[in-house]
């Protein structure tokens, strides 16, 4: 008997920790279920669609630790020091070590690289290519979609440094169909991080970061309820 294929689909924006923990989180969620003796009832597969969180930045972008105090803090570094210490320990318990310095930009350039390397690759290639980006700029302190840190996260994704130059400095190519996606996530959802679970007879949505437990519930569910 041939076990259903679920599409996860998971809204996100690469600048956005929420969503870096949610991936983190999500990831070990399908680790144990793939384990599970659920897994042989579905197949899950993840898509990546895109999210700007902040429309407006620029594609120099400025200062990250500046920008994170002056427009979510009220400019008082009392309150950044205490969302330096909540980010990382939520970031300490998926292994990602914050760092809160570096450059806030704008992250179109990112998605549509994720875009064109998804739809040509699979979503494997895609996993890679938002895990390097992510660690570049969280992790890393870099620019979130300067065209060193796109050739950064293809090659660490296995992609052909000669593919990957052409398509990340022909800034035509997959533009409109990325702000297509774009507009099409906006209206679905106003904030990131935000999954649906595609179910046989219903789909579950998780809003917001979860915890690993909630994940795993919802890919069991789907499971119980494709037989």
């Known amino acids: 008997m041939t076990s259903y294929e679920s599409q996860i689909s998971f809204t996100l924006d690469t600048i956005c920790p929420w969503t870096y923990l949610a991936k983190k989180r999500l990831d ?3 680790k144990q279920f793939r384990a599970s003796e659920h897994a042989k009832d ?17 594609k120099e972008g400025e200062d990250k630790y500046e920008w994170y105090r002056k427009s979510r803090y009220g400019d008082s570094e009392e309150k950044m020091r205490m969302y330096e210490t909540l980010m990382s320990a939520y970031g300490t318990s998926v292994g990602i070590k914050f760092k809160f310095h570096g450059t806030v930009a704008n ?4 998605h549509r690289v994720i875009q064109h390397f998804q739809e040509e690759k699979g979503p494997e290639t895609a996993n890679k290519l938002i895990n390097s980006l992510y660690s570049q700029y969280f992790e890393n302190e870099r620019h979130p979609s300067s065209d060193e840190t796109l050739l950064k996260a293809t090659a660490a994704a296995g992609i052909a440094e000669d593919e990957a130059k ?4 022909d800034r035509d190519e997959g533009i409109m169909d990325t702000k297509m996606a774009i507009g099409e996530q906006r209206g679905n959802t106003d904030a990131v991080p935000y999954i649906i679970f595609e179910g046989k007879r219903r789909d579950f949505t998780q809003e917001g970061l979860k915890e690993i437990e909630e994940y795993y519930k919802s890919l069991v569910q789907v499971a119980k309820e494709s037989k």
């Open 28 to 30: 070990e969620a399908l």
């Open 42 to 58: 579905v197949q899950f597969t993840v898509k990546y669609l895109p999210f700007l969180l902040y429309p407006e930045a620029s």
């Open 107 to 110: 992250t179109l350039d990112s």
């Open 166 to 169: 052409a398509f990340i400095e």
